[in-house]
């Protein structure tokens, strides 16, 4: 498990409104649809995000879909049943703290065991090649 720290460089308040309203809106959806709701914002409102702002919904959705494969996984054991109680809670603390934190404009951490959703290739180009 790694803790990706990201500090959000927002161009405009509505960016800013715009990723705490795609991960506040993840409260609504449990389980295993909560990735839905940020996934839908990043891949339709693309071109009104910069690159801090991808960022973000890009590693929320990570975690939000890691959350959901855990889940998954302990709800076929029977011993793992109680342990989703704890995964959703722990997943309710760090979508609150991230929401807080996005809508403050401070550091916002995100714990991702895998990478679901990975930069494509031009972005990490044109990231490379900025700092040339």
Aim: glycine share 6%; proline share 4%.
């Amino acid at each position: 498990m790694s803790l990706v720290k990201i500090l959000p460089q927002f161009k405009t308040s509505e960016e800013r409104n715009l990723v705490a309203l795609a991960i506040g809106l993840t409260l609504l959806f449990g389980g295993y649809l909560s990735f839905v709701p940020p996934l839908i914002v990043y891949f339709c409102m693309t071109d009104k995000l910069s690159d801090s702002g991808k960022h973000i919904l890009r590693q929320f959705i990570n975690f939000m879909i890691n959350v959901a494969v855990i889940v998954l996984i302990l709800t076929v054991s029977i011993i793992g049943i109680p342990l989703v109680i704890v995964v959703g809670v722990g997943a309710l603390v760090f979508v609150i703290i991230d929401l807080l934190a996005v809508l403050n404009n401070s550091e916002v951490s995100i714990p991702v065991f895998f990478e679901a959703l990975k930069e494509s290739s031009d972005m990490t180009k044109s990231d490379t090649s900025s700092h040339e």
